[in-house]
């Protein structure tokens, strides 16, 4: 049993599918901070905002500012802090635009659990050099330099599994030695999300590191027992029903590589599904419908595995429960396109429950 709040730090947070994993099970938690850039481009170097930083000798809180304007003067909000702000218990000075600008060190020993994924880049070009230096330049290269100078007593990193060959397997190779060099006890595997309770194949790498040496196994696959028609909603809104383009496009046996009808297991969710046509569709027979006039004025009612009725995108609401998040989770911040393209880009969140769940069994965070 916890005695004190877990004090967690995240990275690439995104919508903060591990904060959503506490808040499920009742882990009572404080973000000691948090940091994403929105998916945004800055066109000033990383060289470029040092000097200016050791010039000008800014203090973090000074650089933190001064990165955060340069951010600002992209004219692009940062949507993933607009829904990660109307989530979560945080304050803007424990929020980061870029986890390339985040010293560490003065988070040193007060983090219990630092979590993150890093987009998946290169180490080929740079050459040997000695362990972490081996990354420098990459987005990796930071995460690893944070657990080194914060030293959590556990981090969750989350990959694609295509990590695992990227360069032909050069990138994974470095990185796990990477995680040895700065002494973490590491464990990972491959989980997907229909062996934790939810109706969608998606598979992501994680690794588990310990600070002190602990025995860790990641949670055994279970029976999934429900299927997509567990997760949707009674009333779709109108908007999101297809006209006859849309209908014959999804139903087309041609483009099955893109679009799906009534699958009872969906396919990974991607950042663009939903929109021209990709991704997984609900087909509501004509008798669910006959009565809703707005659906019967947008939609196209046809034939489909021979039964009329009509086809609907996912919802934005379906596509978080099919997460795992609960509709306690605000979306609605965001446009109808970041709704969907933050829910795809997300983490499974009953994958990091269940992951959480062995931790605890083996790490004590009360000492
Ligand atoms: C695949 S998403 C991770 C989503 C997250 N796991 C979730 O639960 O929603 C990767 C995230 O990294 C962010 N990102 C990319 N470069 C970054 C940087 N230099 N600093 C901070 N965040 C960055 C992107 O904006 C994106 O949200």
Redesign the pocket.
Known sequence: MLSKKLRIAT????????EHALKKDNIPYEIVFA?????RELSTSYEEIMNYASENNLSDEELSKYVKSLYDSTGKENR?KTSYFANYDISEDRWY????FINGKKYTNKVDIFV??S?CQSFSNMGRRKGLEDARGT?FYNYAKLIDEIKPKVFIY?NVPGMLNHDGGDTWKRIKEIFINLNYKCYDAILNGIDYGIPQRRNRLFVVGFKKDRSFSFPKATKLQTTLFDYLEENAAVRHYLGQKGFEFVTNPKYRGRAVVNNEIIRTQKANQQFNWNGDFVFEEYDKIKDRVDVLKRAYVGTWNGKKGVIRQLTYRECYRLMGFDDSYDYTKVSNLWRYR?AG???IVNVLEAIMSEIMKVEDFNE
């Open positions: 990275v690439f947070s995104g919508i903060g599918a591990f940091c994403d850039n929105g998916e993933m635009e870029d986890i390339r993150g994924g987009p987005l989350e933050q880009n997300s983490i």
